[in-house]
Each structure stands twice: as structure tokens, then as C-alpha cells.
């Protein structure tokens, strides 16, 4: 168990819908991540947040969004989904504290119909 | 910005060593990660070393850094079937924006 949370774990919606991807880090870490890994593209960066601020900024798009609250705990919010947003969305937490180790939760599965 | 390369497939005895191979390009690279992840599960932190290393020992794993030629490997000693699994190199290349770019990982497989 790596003390990186994420839900939900599994996630089926149609085309045009929204969905909220939660995360929560692991007790103390800062950092939160959000990566998407899907079979054509691998494991994408999409967005870092820093104690509630925007670090670093990767592949996103814009119909996606993310926020990280006063708790720590962070939201990916997926919007206009299509059929190739299908694909498993990784939440990770890091704390420079601990050599800079990143941890990875275990993904919310998406699945767009 | 950074890339990062890894073989697809590796095919390996049950008990022999296991060697995987990655490069990257960012020779300002700071941290170097290997994750394990097993079939429909996450990304699972194995190792990782900072670049002033040239190696490090965790048990059965072994990390090797040449950051001349920006080259990191992972041996894996006295390999068993529950090895089985997609084997990630990562790299930060900047220590104030931790993004981390990952190879396409490289499918461990162990032949009984």
C-alpha cells in the first residue's frame, strides 16, 4: 500500500458527460500528481500541484481540470468526455523530505462509452 | 525536454539475473525511478537513485547509473516468476518542477 488514495476504482460513462477523479496523498506529502496511461500513449504527465498551487503543467487538456484543496487531497475534473479519454488516471504524491520519492496510487479506471 | 527509452520486451530463466536497460536524455536529470506494475494493478515504487550515485543495493535489485552516457539499469537477481511485470524507468530532470517523464516500460517475462 503505498498511502496514495484514489477514487472511484472503476468509472463507466457516456460520451459528452463529466467526471471528478479524486486523490488523496500520502499523510505530510505536498505534491500531488495526476498522470494518464493509456495502451497508445504510455504514461502521460498531466499536472503537479504544490501545497494548493499549479507547479507544473504537461499534456492536459483543456476540457480537463484539476485543484488541489487546503486538506492536500486534489481533483482531476474530466469534461466533454470522448470515447479516446478511455484509460487508467494515476494519482501521486511526493515529499522532498523522503529523498524526493513519488508514490503512485493504484489509478481510477475510466472507461468512456 | 526529457526523453526517455527502454526496450519493450525481456525474456528471462527463473533464477537467472535480470537486466533492464534505459536511457535518457536530460543530462541535468536529478532523480532516476524504476516502478514495478503488475497486470491491472498501479504503479508500485521500487527504487530510485539521485544522480551523484553510480550505484545502489536494495536487496535483490541493483541500480546502475552511468550519467556519462545517461544510462540506468536495474538487475534484478535470482529472478521468480512473481517478477512477472512492466518494468518503468523515470527521470525529473528539474528539481524545482518534479515532473516526471517515464519510458514506455519493458515487459518482464520469466520462462519457468
Known amino acids: 500500500d503505498s498511502g496514495v488514495t484514489q477514487t472511484p476504482k472503476h468509472l463507466i460513462t457516456a460520451t459528452g458527460q463529466r467526471v471528478t477523479l479524486r486523490c488523496s496523498p500520502r499523510?505530510?506529502?505536498?505534491?500531488v500528481y495526476w498522470y494518464q496511461q493509456s495502451l497508445d500513449q504510455g504514461l502521460q504527465f498531466l499536472i503537479q500541484?504544490?501545497?494548493?498551487?499549479?507547479?507544473a503543467k504537461g499534456n492536459i487538456l483543456e476540457r480537463f481540470s484539476a485543484q488541489q484543496f487546503p486538506d492536500l487531497h486534489s481533483e482531476l475534473n474530466l469534461s466533454s468526455l470522448e470515447l479516446g479519454d478511455s484509460a487508467l488516471y494515476f494519482c501521486?504524491?511526493?515529499?522532498?523530505?523522503?529523498?524526493?520519492?513519488?508514490?503512485f496510487g493504484e489509478g481510477s479506471w475510466l472507461t468512456v462509452v | 525536454g526529457e526523453d526517455v527509452e527502454q526496450s519493450l520486451f525481456l525474456s528471462v530463466r527463473e533464477g537467472d539475473s535480470s537486466v533492464i536497460n534505459c536511457t535518457y536524455t536530460d543530462s541535468s536529470s536529478t532523480y532516476l525511478y524504476w516502478y514495478k506494475q503488475e497486470p491491472g494493478a498501479g504503479l508500485q515504487l521500487l527504487t530510485y537513485i539521485f544522480s551523484n550515485m553510480d550505484m545502489k543495493q536494495d536487496q535483490r535489485l541493483t541500480v546502475l547509473l552511468n550519467k556519462k552516457d545517461k544510462h540506468l539499469s536495474l538487475r534484478i537477481a535470482d529472478t521468480q516468476t512473481g517478477d512477472s511485470a512492466i518494468y518503468f524507468c523515470a527521470a525529473i530532470s528539474n528539481f524545482g518542477n518534479e515532473k516526471l517523464t517515464f519510458g514506455t516500460g519493458t515487459r518482464l517475462t520469466i520462462i519457468p
Open positions: 500541484y504544490y501545497n494548493g498551487e499549479e507547479r
Open positions: 501521486a504524491s511526493s515529499s522532498r523530505q523522503a529523498g524526493n520519492t513519488i508514490y
Open positions: 499523510s505530510g506529502d505536498l505534491s
